[in-house]
Structures are given as structure tokens and as C-alpha cells.
């Protein structure tokens, strides 16, 4: 069956605006045009677009949607799976919260306490699958199963305040890297060894395995993984870079 651009918008709910404007990025082409000039769209493009709009709900870019579509490789079976997957995954997370809000919601009412354990218990959790779902796969590659294992027992297991000072190094490490980009400081100087210093103690508060060594293997991949690179690049550009070079200098 084919469609007109306009039946198309009404079918996905993606607008016309939107659709030429994949046109004309070359994100999705249509098969043809009509007598009249209309642009029609058969069933490979009805495909492409559900699976355009799988990606957009999952947060990817148009450039990397694009990027992956025209593969050669492209196994759209696989990445559906891989889509479900994380759907999945994401159902989950948002049950646990619910779960917990209803239960910190019963025991206000009840007039009960609450540990403060249970209160972040799912907000590590997310926090783990998140980094699960994003680099797990590598950091199994890399360190194996049981220290990967170990890791995320070790976040499961921080208390309150250990957890608060673990989100609080993570921001002052961010902060810093941000200045000393932004003025053009040299990661070979004091403001890298400082932060080859905390980003190490950060480390070590999730994972009792890691020395010098695994901190520099996972600098490297602050470059050379584009989510690490994005990361902390997202408000500083260089960011990645410099923490690399830094802890390449200061962990010899």
C-alpha cells in the first residue's frame, strides 16, 4: 500500500513539516511522487520511518538515526530485539519508582519511618542499569564479568551520605574539567593532577578494584567512545580530552 505524504502524517503522526524536512536531509526519501507532484511512500519507507521514530523515542539524533539506517550492516530484526530491549528496561526503571513513591506515600500516611537506604535504593538502581544499558557490554569485555559484578554490588551498597558524596565528586569533577578548559589550562599542570586525584577517588568509591592502570584504560575511552566523549563534552567541549591527557600524565 502506498500513501501520500499527508495520508502518512495521519497514519504515524509525524507532520508534513517534519517529513519533508526528512526528505530533504535524505533521511527518508520517498519512492516517487504522484502525477500531480504529491510525494508517495510505499512499504519500505512506512518501515523506515517506524524505525526512525523507534530511535527519536530513544533520544538518538537524526544524523546518527541516518548514520545507522544506510549501513550496509543494518539488521532491522536485531535492532528491533535491541529496541525492545531497552523499552524494557525502561518500563522497568519507571515501575521501580513508581513502586517506591507509592511506598514512601504509604508510610507518610501510615506515619511510618522509612530507611534512608530504601528511600535511594531505586535511584541506584536506575543508576546501575543506566550504566549497565550504555558501557556494560565494554567494561564486561575489558574487566570481566565478576568485576563489573562487583562494581555495581559496591554502588548497590553505598549509604546515603556515601552515595550524596559519590553525585558530589562527580559534579566537582565536571566543574572542573568546564574551568579549566574554558581557560585554557594545561592538563600536564596543577589543575589536571587535581582532577586525575578526584576522578581516581570517585572511581574507587564504586569499585575497590580499580588502580592506576584501569583508570587510565577507561581515560582512553573518554575519547575514544562517542557516549563517554558526549558526556563531558556536553557542556564544555574538550572536556573529554583534557581528562584524558590529564590522567595520562599524572598516573605514570
Known sequence: MEYTIQELSRLSGVTTRALRWYDKIGLLK?????EGGYRRYGPVEVDRLQDILYYRALGVELARVKEILDDPSYDRL???????????????????LIDSVKETILTQERNEMMSDEKKFEAFKRQLVEEREQLYGAEARRKYGDAQVDASNAQMMGLTQEQYKEWNRLEQ??????????AAGADPAGEEGKEITALHF????????????QRQRGLAELYVQDE???????????GCAQFLRDAVLRWTK
Open 201 to 212: 577517588r570517585w572511581l574507587t568509591m564504586i569499585g575497590d578494584q580499580y588502580d592506576v
Open 172 to 181: 566537582e569533577i565536571l566543574d572542573k574539567l568546564s574551568a579549566a578548559v
Open 30 to 34: 520517498p519512492t516517487g511522487r504522484t
Open 78 to 96: 536485531a535492532v528491533l530485539r535491541s529496541h525492545l530491549s531497552a523499552l524494557e528496561g525502561e518500563r522497568d526503571r519507571v515501575q521501580r
Open 227 to 237: 557516549r563517554f566523549t558526549a558526556y563531558y563534552d556536553g557542556k564544555c567541549p
